[in-house]
């Protein structure tokens, strides 16, 4: 979970396959959605917006996701 400054909360629901960004007048929309077999279960905003993600897949693989903020989309896998 992150909240911004502007009292935006950004929740990685794993079974949904999405993180869902809840603003202070109660809306509930998406934020991002993982690929695949993916799913988030956690993220934090770099000091630019850079989103990263943390996804693991439904064969418990791992992977990192930087999201950048014009939308470039950079994936990390060991």
Do not use: H
Not at 3 to 12: D, G, K, P, Y
Not at 33 to 58: A, D, H, I, N, Q
Request: net charge negative.
């Amino acid at each position: 979970m992150e909240v911004n400054a502007e009292i935006e909360v950004f929740v990685a629901a794993f079974g949904a396959q999405r993180i869902l960004k809840l603003d202070k007048s109660g809306s509930i929309t998406t934020y991002y959605e993982s690929e695949g077999s993916w799913s988030p279960t956690g993220l934090c905003f770099g000091e630019t917006g850079t989103l990263f993600v943390l996804e693991y897949s439904k064969s418990n693989q791992a992977r990192l996701v930087k999201i950048t903020g014009d939308g470039r989309r950079e994936i990390f896998e060991p």
